[in-house]
């Protein structure tokens, strides 16, 4: 069973995301919360898989709420306004509902959530590294072997991920979560500078403020929860007179 929580100020709105959530077998509704900050208690206190959480909430909003956990659950966001759709894919959200929505639109973002929650936990989606630093992709009903020092960066396109490699022509396309990646990955060599990037710490070619060139059209950003991390990295091979 997926644990998930509904977040919405509007009751209304949380009585009927409730009843959407108990038509489907595999979503365990743990709680229907008023404001983030209740979320926040739960999430403190339990395990939760997905939160199907609105926006637009007074307090603490939606986008700003899932930028502020440190390991967020799977996100869908559910609001009345469609100009935060691409605010909401900057933060890996599985699924944007826009209200008014119905039981189908519903069950097809479950559905998008219960893939996204099978593939972090199956094992046949990506091999550990083996012996020769390579690991085995699932895509395009085949598996693909990709050598980790070939790998430039990853990113993150809803349940997918691109996998962009020097010895490919096109991006290797995966159904897998970055939280499944970053941990199969060496993290001597690989490190997660944005909620929506990986990189191969040996391919970076240069650093300017906030991004990261990592090759032609190829300028990606560290996120704010990051920076530290990131920033620390390179204190630590800079080289000074």
Request: aromatic letters at 10%; charged letters at 25%.
């Amino acid at each position: 069973m997926i644990r998930c929580l509904v977040i919405d100020d509007e009751p209304l709105a949380r009585k009927q995301i409730a009843a959407y959530a108990d038509k489907v077998p595999y979503l365990d509704l743990t709680a229907s919360c008023a404001s983030a900050l209740e979320a926040q208690k739960i999430l403190d206190e339990q395990t939760i898989d997905a939160i199907f959480i609105d926006i637009n909430m007074p307090d603490l909003n939606g986008l700003d709420f899932v930028r502020s956990l440190a390991q967020p659950p799977l996100v869908v966001f559910t609001t009345a306004y469609s100009q935060y759709a691409v605010e909401g894919y900057k933060v890996d959200a599985v699924d944007y509902l826009l209200k008014p929505f119905g039981a189908d639109d519903f069950a097809r973002a479950a559905e998008k959530v219960k893939r996204r929650y099978d593939a972090e936990r199956t094992p046949t989606a990506m091999s550990q590294p083996d012996a020769d630093d390579a690991i085995f992709l699932k895509t395009d009903y085949k598996i693909v072997r990709v050598a980790l020092a070939e790998i430039r960066y990853i990113e993150a396109m809803s349940e997918y991920l691109r996998i962009y490699s020097d010895a490919l022509p096109r991006p290797i396309v995966v159904l897998l979560s970055m939280k499944k990646m970053e941990e199969t990955l060496p993290h001597d060599t690989f490190m997660r500078i944005h909620r929506s990037y990986i990189i191969n710490l040996h391919k970076i070619i240069e650093v300017n403020r906030n991004h990261v060139l990592m090759g032609q059209d190829a300028s990606l950003p560290v996120g704010d929860l990051y920076k530290d991390t990131f920033n620390a990295y390179i204190a630590s091979k800079f080289v000074t007179r």
